[in-house]
């Protein structure tokens, strides 16, 4: 894709497809992986190209169509730097999938997750969204009651095994937008 924004930035998208949110554990370890891969492509991102990039990653299931979903990892970025972004991202998804993560990583990527389900319901937006759905989906109130424990009860095993099951290499899809008259820069081997 092109873009008229300014010449030195682009954005690398990579979107695999994974399932509905019909399973309350792996759509938690889903989520679990989402923020490993945030610490994870942050520090390797860092580490690689020696930039405070701020990649993200998302986990996004259906609740109304069943298998669907996705896993993506985006990265706004300067135009020379999408080689070595796309090797970065491999990396960190061959490393995933390869290998538990450690403690230390499950921790800093768990602990925010944990204190937004402590702080959910601190706010009637936090009420409102759990009560919208209490008559047609009465499960979702038992899977925010069981979230935090369940959190806790993952382990860097369940986390790769999510990473082994949905972030294939080449089952992601690339979606990369550069500037109108930027060379397109060669695929990563």
């Known amino acids: 894709m092109r873009h008229s924004g300014p010449a030195d930035q682009a954005l690398l998208r990579i979107t695999w497809p ?3 949110d019909s399973d309350a554990v792996e759509a938690l370890a889903l989520e679990m992986l989402e923020r490993v891969m945030r610490v994870e492509l942050t520090d390797q991102l860092r580490e690689a190209l020696g930039k405070a990039y701020s990649p993200s990653a998302a986990s996004s299931l259906s609740r109304g169509w069943k298998g669907y979903g996705t896993f993506s990892v985006n990265a706004s970025i300067d135009v020379t730097d999408v080689p070595a972004t796309r090797k970065a991202i491999a990396q ?3 490393e995933l999938r390869a290998a538990p993560v450690s403690e230390d990583i499950l921790r800093r990527a768990r602990q925010p997750l944990i204190e937004a389900y402590q702080n959910a319901l601190k706010t009637n ?3 409102m969204a759990l009560a919208a759905r209490a008559q047609s989906q009465p499960d979702r109130i038992e899977r ?3 979230a935090r424990d369940r959190l806790l009860a993952l382990t ?3 986390v790769q095994a999510v990473a082994r099951r949905y972030l294939v290499q080449g089952a992601g899809v690339e979606v990369l937008a ?3 008259d930027a060379a397109v820069p060669a695929p990563t081997s």
């Open 18 to 20: 994974t399932r509905d």
């Open 92 to 94: 960190v998804v061959d």
């Open 125 to 127: 937006g936090g009420w």
């Open 144 to 146: 925010f009651r069981n």
């Open 156 to 158: 860097p095993a369940d």
């Open 178 to 180: 550069l500037p109108k």
